[in-house]
């Protein structure tokens, strides 16, 4: 089992739509949890955080946690053609400081 | 722009040769990530240096080494080259990969094609 499950889409909205992204992670000793935005050919860039459980938001964007059922969520209200990319599914691997797990990210696309 | 550079952003090359991947970090950073990204696996973490020493170490083959210069510069090395090496490389650096809430900022990736 990986460690972080994505359903890789890809996902097609209109404009305007509100987008929910989610993904499932296996080991309950996870607690940082992050979503990164890649755009086609560039290198991924950090969306949002959220420690432990609860909801968190940025603008258009809310990331939710629930650790009791290791579900992560994503939603885009009011989505956007510039919202179109792949949403990876990140978190952090504590035992080695630094690395990050990524789930295989699910392909968004908004369309005018 | 992230501010950690990557060059070549391409590279083509044949099976059994090695090539050389470099690596800016962001001013002021002091981790250096690896992270190789292929349509199967998905971007899978290769290994960390933290001021020139070796940090951790992830799913990375015995053909590829990399290291981290007195100047922070990080380059990786991959050997032997196979077909199923083609993917892209991402660097990636952050302050200090010490603490947890620590970002990792992403170079633009370098492509290698095996043929």
């Known amino acids: 089992q990986k460690e972080v499950e994505q359903d890789p889409g890809p996902l097609s909205v209109p404009e305007g739509a509100i987008v929910s992204l989610n993904c499932t992670y296996s080991?309950?000793?996870?607690?940082?949890f992050m979503w990164y935005r890649q755009y086609s050919r560039k290198g991924p860039e950090l969306l949002m955080y959220?420690?432990?459980?609860g909801n968190k938001e940025d603008g258009r964007f809310t990331a939710q946690v629930d650790k009791s059922s290791k579900y992560i969520s994503l939603f885009i209200r009011d989505s956007q053609p510039s919202d179109s990319a792949t949403y990876l599914c990140v978190t952090r691997d504590g035992g080695s400081q630094g690395n990050l797990i990524f789930g295989k990210g699910t392909k968004l696309s908004v369309k005018p | 722009d992230s501010g950690v550079t990557q060059t070549p952003k391409h590279l083509i090359t044949a099976t059994g040769q090695r090539v050389t991947l470099r690596c800016s970090p962001r001013?002021?950073?002091?981790?250096v990530y690896w992270y190789q990204q292929s349509l199967d696996q998905g971007l899978q973490f290769l290994i960390q240096?933290?001021?020139?020493?070796?940090?951790a170490k992830g799913n990375i083959l015995e053909r590829f080494s990399a290291q981290q210069f007195p100047d922070l510069h990080s380059e990786l090395n991959l050997s032997s080259l196979e077909l199923g090496d083609s993917a892209l490389y991402f660097c990636a650096s952050s302050v200090s990969g010490q603490h947890l809430t620590d970002t990792q900022y992403f170079g633009p990736g370098t492509r290698l094609t095996v043929l």
């Open positions: 959220t420690y432990s459980s």
């Open positions: 080991n309950s000793a996870f607690q940082y």
């Open positions: 001013s002021g950073d002091l981790s």
């Open positions: 240096y933290y001021n020139g020493e070796e940090r």
